[in-house]
């Protein structure tokens, strides 16, 4: 009988699965394979989509995911868990009950609230949910600049809505800033109630399906391998950026992140 290997961490990944392959449950296999970390994943909600936007999703149903999440969690040393897409309040609620249980589980969540091409995920009611159960476990929140706007709309400026998810509960927030009106792109981290580092990126040219599932799962599985925020969030970005650096067209909407780009020899 062959022995397990200590050495190879488990992340618990619950998203959505993503037909086209390019976000969701396999970015984050991708991703954490990429890491050398098993992916355990629960699939939370199915979805109708390609690589250009989402035309339907159906969440699954609460019982289902905790039971998914329950199995491997009583089975397998969980070194953190990776939240992505939820889709219902139900679905908050569940993984809330879950979160209770295991406090000393590192958590990074990905606070998906609308697709790449716009299409809404998420409710107001589901908004609020996820910021009073799920913020007060997570140790890495990954907001784009957006979706940071949206979950703290109090606030008039993006370290004052970052500020106020700090105070929500979050140990650290990375917003990222894609989305905003800048040569270079620049990823800013919250943390300790202050900002704490700037990031500095060149802005790649197209859209990407998958970017905020990959740099999400990456610094999962950073931190599953024994990393400190800080580095793990650091180390994160640069391999994100390079997976849309060597990004592929696979169908006519988006182009999808490279995320096995280390497999490629030099001729590639």
Known sequence: MTE???????????SGNDPSGGAGIQADIETLASHGCHC???ITALTIQDTQDIKGFAPVDASL?????????????????????????????????????YREVPVVLDPILASGGGTQ???SEALTAMQALLFPHTTVLTPNSLELRALAPEADNLDACAMALLDRGCEFVLVTGTHENTSAVTNILFGNHRRLESFTWDRLPGQYHGSGCTLASSIAGLLAQGLEPFTAIHEAQEYTWEALHQGYRAGMGQLLPNRLFWALGEED
């Open 65 to 101: 995911i905790i039971e998914q999440a329950r199995a491997v969690l009583e089975d397998m040393p969980v070194a953190v868990i990776k939240i992505g897409l939820l889709g219902s309040l139900d679905s908050i609620e569940a993984i809330e009950g879950i979160l209770q249980d």
């Open 4 to 14: 397990t290997n200590p050495a190879i961490p488990v992340v618990l990944a619950l």
């Open 121 to 123: 995920l998420t409710d």
């Open 40 to 42: 355990a994943p629960v």
